[in-house]
C-alpha cells in the first residue's frame, strides 16, 4: 500500500490529488512541503504528492528551488481541476460574512467574489485548514473559501459554489519518489525534468539553451533562482517535451552539458492526458 505524503490537511487540493492518483493507498498529510519531501526521503512515505504551478497563479512559491535540494525523483504528473466553494458555519448566511479565510494562492484565484463581498481576508496555510479554523470558530461572520470536500468534512455549509474565477482553473501536482524510476522510452508523449547551472562565462545560458532550438525540442517551463548571495550564476529548472534516450533531445542535452557546471535529470516520466486537451 502506497503512502502518499501532501502539504496541507484532509480535505485540500493536494489530499484530493494524493486519492485520485493513490485511491488505495494512506494518505500523510504534512505542515509543509519541506515536510512531506522528508517525509519520503526518510521512509515515513513512499511518494510526495507536490503542486508546482496553477494555471491562474503561476508556480507555487518555493517548490522549484525545493525540488533539486530534496534529492528525490518526478515519478508523475497530474493536472487536477481545481474548485473552490464559499462555506461558513451551519445556518450562516452570506450578508453575514465580514471576514474570509484561505491560503493565499486561493484568495487570489477566488478576488472576484472578494471584491463583490468587499469582505476582509485573513492567509491560512492550508484552503481545508481554513475551513476547519472557520468550524472551530462557530462564528457565522467568519467564512473559508475551501474545496468542496472540505464542506463535508468540517461540517460547513456552502453559501456559494464554484466561486473561483477561472473555470478552466488547473494545478499541476508531481509525484516524488526515492528512486529514479525513470519512464521507458516506448514512443509515448515523455516529459523531462532537470536542472542545470550553467558556466559562469559571457552567454553561457543562451549557448546552452541553443541546442534545445536547433534540436526542435520543446521546452514548455524554465524557472531561475538564486542559490546564496553575492555573484553566484542562476540556477534553473526546466522541462522538455521528449525523453533523453530521443536522438534530439540526446543532442539538445548534450550541447546544455558543454556551457553547464552541472546538468541533473530530476525525471523522465509519462505526459498527464491534459497536456493533449491544452
Not at 43 to 59: E, F, K, Q, W, Y
Not at 63 to 83: C, D, M, Q
Not at 94 to 100: F, I, S, T, W, Y
Not at 106 to 128: H, M, N
Amino acid at each position: 500500500m502506497t503512502t502518499a505524503a501532501y502539504q496541507g490537511e484532509p480535505g485540500s487540493n493536494s489530499a484530493t490529488a494524493a486519492r485520485a492518483l493513490f485511491p488505495d493507498g494512506r494518505e500523510l498529510p504534512c505542515t509543509s512541503f519541506e515536510q512531506a519531501l522528508d517525509a519520503v526521503t526518510l521512509g515515513a512515505a513512499d511518494v510526495a504528492v507536490i503542486p508546482v504551478d496553477n494555471s491562474a497563479a503561476g508556480r507555487v512559491a518555493d517548490v522549484h528551488h525545493l525540488l533539486p535540494e530534496s534529492g528525490l525523483f518526478i515519478v508523475a504528473e497530474y493536472f487536477l481541476a481545481i474548485r473552490f466553494d464559499l462555506m461558513g458555519v451551519p445556518g450562516a448566511r452570506l450578508d453575514q460574512v465580514e471576514c474570509v479565510r484561505s491560503h493565499v494562492h486561493a484568495l487570489g484565484q477566488c478576488r472576484k467574489i472578494l471584491r463583490e463581498g468587499g469582505w476582509r481576508t485573513l492567509v491560512s496555510d492550508d484552503t481545508a485548514g481554513a475551513a476547519r479554523e472557520v468550524a472551530e470558530l462557530g462564528d457565522p461572520r467568519h467564512a473559508a473559501l475551501a474545496p468542496p470536500a472540505a464542506a463535508e468534512l468540517y461540517g460547513l455549509d456552502v453559501l456559494r459554489p464554484e466561486v473561483e474565477d477561472d473555470p478552466d482553473n488547473t494545478t499541476r501536482f508531481v509525484v516524488l519518489s526515492r528512486d529514479a524510476a525513470f519512464a521507458p522510452h516506448s514512443g509515448e508523449p515523455t516529459m523531462t525534468s532537470l536542472f542545470f547551472c550553467v558556466r559562469n562565462i559571457p552567454s553561457a545560458l543562451y549557448k546552452a539553451l541553443g541546442g534545445f532550438a536547433s534540436s526542435g525540442v520543446n521546452l514548455t517551463k524554465i524557472e531561475s533562482y538564486q542559490m546564496g548571495a553575492g555573484l553566484n550564476p542562476s540556477r534553473f529548472y526546466v522541462e522538455i517535451e521528449g525523453h533523453p534516450d530521443d536522438e534530439r533531445v540526446a543532442l539538445a542535452l548534450h550541447e546544455l552539458r558543454f556551457f553547464s557546471s552541472e546538468v541533473r535529470i530530476l525525471g523522465v516520466y509519462p505526459a498527464h492526458p491534459h497536456r493533449a486537451k491544452s
